[in-house]
Each structure stands twice: as C-alpha cells, then as structure tokens.
C-alpha cells in the first residue's frame, strides 16, 4: 500500500505534537489573552446573519482590500490561506519542483523542511549558533544559495524558535544576492516593531508571510496572509484551493482588522512588557540561559538540570506547559516558552525558582 507514496514523503518524519494535560499552555506562542470577547460578539452577528449554504467569497475582496490598508500595499498583492501553514504550503507547490533546492537557516520553524522535502526539493541547512546568539550567518546563505542555485531560500524574522529579528539590511542583501525567492515569514512581527513591507518596493522575488494566529488571536481559526508583487501573487495564486478560507474565519478576520488599533494594539504592548519583565526575571533563576527575544516566546538553555527534566517537573508538577526544542539543531538542553498572562508568567517562574533556585 505504502509503495503508493513518493519516496520522499515515505522518508519523513511526521510533524507531531504530543498531548500532554496542563492549566497554563506556554508551547505554541499564542495570545494568551484571546479574542477579546466585545469583538467575538460581533462576529457571531455577522456569521448569523451569513448564509452557510453558500460557498465563501471567491475572491476575499474585502478581507483583502482591508489587508492591502493594514500593510500599505494593494489588493493585487495580498493572498489569504487557511492559516500562514496553507500560504507556506502553496507558495513551495507553486515554486519547487523535484530536485531543485531550498535553502534554510536552522534552527527554525521545521515546516519549511518538511513540505520542501515533500516537494520533492534537496533542503541546504545553514547553522545559526548559540555562541553568535543565533546571528543570522548572511554570507554564508548568500554563499550557499549560490553553490546550490537555491530556488527559495527561508527566513524567519523573528525566528521561532529563537526568538532573534533579523537585520532588515540583511534580508535585503540576501534578496539582492541569493538568486533565489526569498520567503519572510513574519509569523511573530507585531511583537517585533519589525516591517519587512519596504522590501516588496525594491525586490520582485520576495515573498512576506503572515498571520492572525499570533498577536491577533485567532490560532484556532486559522487565518494567514501573504505578500508579494502582483505578477507573483496571480501565479501562486493558481496553486490555491478554492474556498480555503471558511467565512466564521473571514468573519473575524474582518473584525479584528476593524478594530485592531482599538483591542490589539494594547494587547500586543502588554505582551511585549511582559516579555521583557519575564526575560529580566528568567535572567536571575540560577542555572538557566536566556536569550533576548523579540517574539511573544523566549528561549531557554537549561545548565543546571536537563531540559527534558525541567519539562517534565513542570507540566507535571504545575501544569505548566512549555515547549522542549531539545531536538532541534544546535538546541540540545533548550525549552521554548511562551509569553503569557502575568499570573502564568508568575507561576512560571515560582515554578522554576523552586527548582533551581
Ligand atoms: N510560521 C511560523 C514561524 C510559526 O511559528 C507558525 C506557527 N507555529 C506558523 C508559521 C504557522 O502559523 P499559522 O497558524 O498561520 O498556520
């Protein structure tokens, strides 16, 4: 049966989550605030007044006019996906075919590898290393795209799951030198002050991605975005799935854009406060490294017990779950922690001060 697959999916590991049972959920860099609920309201009185039988707007002409406002470009270039996954999905259908390669800095976000690889492309790894905090290592992207005659090469800014911003001047540089599409995943911008929006004035092979599952909320509705040149976007555009996004989802999308400056905005402040207040107060729990983030998330390197051990204690002990990257490249003995309300923050790192302190 299995012969039916293509060798390369067959060579795969899947991408898996474990279920672990917990009261304070710090794994997967959401708001820990949630829709706020004045606005929820709103868009159950628009999904009533809808019409579920018929199918969704085609073309998300006004979810993509008031996208194309809220980034200071044009409608022509805003695609909407099911969630950032889909756009990361359809952009690597729409460019890579079997054999050709991909170029990425690690460690990042793994789902680049994975649908890469489905893909049927060869995946260039380029380290980025604890010592040099995770510096993006420009020249030797650029170098590597090149050797390799990367058709996409994948940058993360910020990063997950380190949490560093990339220079904009060397994004630009990497544009201008790679050769290849350059795909910016800007999942974790509005915690960043970073706008990578300027690039897509000067370059025509690069590609923003976003979305609403971070700073606005909405993990759980699944709604992306992604920016590019108009002649680009009608041609990734094909690769799409009709009807992608369900209208619940367009639904709220609208609404938070409608009322961003009003219910997100301080919501995303009171995130980036509270990350610089959990990132003074992990710096003084003995026997733990943190790294300056500008995410909703800090990474940790566990020196006094193991990473696996720190896991456990807390999703055991407290409930608290946080996410260990302890696989991944260059993260032997790192947990990811995610952002959270002042009181799981505090309970964070009572929990931890009670270990190691
Ligand atoms: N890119 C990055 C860097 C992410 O961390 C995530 C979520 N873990 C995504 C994309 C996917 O987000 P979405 O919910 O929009 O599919």
Redesign the pocket.
């Known amino acids: 049966m299995s012969d039916f697959v293509k060798p390369e999916v067959r060579a795969l590991a899947a991408y898996t989550l474990r279920q672990y049972e917990y009261r304070h959920k710090l794994n997967?860099?959401e708001n820990p605030f949630g829709y706020p609920e004045a606005l929820k309201a709103k868009v159950l009185e628009r999904v009533a007044r809808a019409d579920w039988a018929r199918y969704p707007s085609f073309d998300l002409a006004e979810l993509r006019a008031k996208l194309a406002a809220h980034s200071g470009v044009t409608p022509e270039m805003v695609l909407v996906g099911n969630?950032?996954?889909?756009l990361?999905y359809v952009t690597l259908a729409a460019t890579l075919s079997r054999g050709d390669s991909v170029v990425i800095p690690v460690p990042t976000?793994t789902?680049y590898r994975l649908l890469s690889r489905v893909m049927g492309a060869a995946v260039h790894e380029v380290l980025m290393r604890p010592a040099d905090d995770f510096a993006l290592p420009v020249d030797e992207v650029i170098e590597t795209a090149r050797r390799v005659q990367a058709k996409v090469v994948v940058l993360?800014s910020p990063n997950?799951p380190t949490g560093t911003p990339y220079p904009a001047g060397a994004v630009r540089r990497i544009a201008a030198e790679s050769g290849a599409l350059v795909l910016v995943?800007e999942?974790?911008r509005e915690f960043s002050g970073q706008d990578f929006r300027p690039l897509l004035d000067e370059f025509d092979n690069v590609v923003l991605?976003r979305?609403?599952?971070k700073a606005m909320a909405m993990?759980g509705l699944?709604v992306?975005y992604a920016l590019m040149r108009p002649e680009l976007a009608r041609e990734v555009h094909k690769a799409k799935l009709p009807y992608a996004l369900n209208l619940f989802s367009e639904a709220a999308a609208l609404v938070a854009l409608e009322h961003f400056e009003s219910h997100f905005v301080p919501l995303i402040e009171a995130i980036r406060q509270e990350r610089e207040r959990l990132y003074r107060a992990l710096q003084e729990v003995p026997g733990l490294h943190v790294y300056p983030s500008a995410a909703n998330f800090l990474l940790v390197r566990c020196e006094a017990r193991p990473a696996r051990e720190v896991f456990e204690y807390l999703v055991e002990e407290h409930g608290i779950l946080v996410r260990d990257v302890s696989a991944y490249p260059a993260l032997a003995e790192h947990l990811r922690i995610s952002v959270g309300t002042p009181a799981e923050n505090e309970a964070l790192l009572e929990a931890l001060r009670a270990l190691l302190g």
């Open positions: 997967q860099n969630g950032s996954n889909e990361i976000f789902l993360c997950n995943d999942a974790y991605l979305t609403f599952s993990g699944r992306g």
